[in-house]
């Protein structure tokens, strides 16, 4: 069944594995990081080809979704590469899996 309360992501698009990363929060999952692999999404994750999904959290409140990516913004580049490998070792893009399930907001991004 699909939840009617709005979810937050913050999440981070990398361009290959240890490659140029991008940080970004969203209430639509999905519709946003599609934005980005179509080269709409930003002109940065457009110029260096960062359209791999690689990491996500989800939250209730938009408030705390927006700290979480702050927070990502301030650290330095090695820990978010250790925090991406903590869930998700091979980098593997996780786009395909979340676009096939079907309980993610389809709200504006």
């Given at each position: 069944?699909?939840?009617?309360?709005?979810?937050?992501?913050?999440?981070?698009?990398?361009?290959?594995?240890?490659?140029?990363?991008?940080?970004?929060?969203?209430?639509?999952?999905?519709?946003?990081?599609?934005?980005?692999?179509?080269?709409?999404?930003?002109?940065?994750?457009?110029?260096?080809?960062?359209s791999?999904?690689?990491?996500?959290?989800?939250?209730?409140?938009?408030?705390?979704?927006?700290?979480?990516?702050?927070?990502?913004?301030?650290?330095?580049?090695?820990?978010?590469i250790?925090?991406?490998?903590?869930?998700?070792?091979?980098?593997?893009?996780?786009?395909?899996?979340?676009?096939a399930?079907?309980?993610?907001?389809?709200?504006?991004?």
């Amino acid at each position: 069944m699909v939840s009617t309360q709005q979810r937050y992501w913050a999440y981070i698009l990398a361009s290959q594995p240890r490659g140029t990363l991008y940080i970004g929060v969203t209430n639509n999952i999905l519709g946003r990081v599609e934005l980005h692999r179509t080269g709409k999404g930003s002109g940065f994750t457009s110029k260096y080809g960062v359209s791999m999904l690689v990491w996500f959290e989800e939250f209730d409140r938009i408030e705390e979704a927006i700290q979480r990516e702050k927070s990502l913004k301030r650290y330095l580049r090695q820990w978010k590469i250790n925090l991406i490998e903590q869930s998700n070792p091979q980098w593997i893009d996780l786009y395909p899996g979340l676009a096939a399930r079907n309980d993610f907001s389809s709200g504006a991004s």
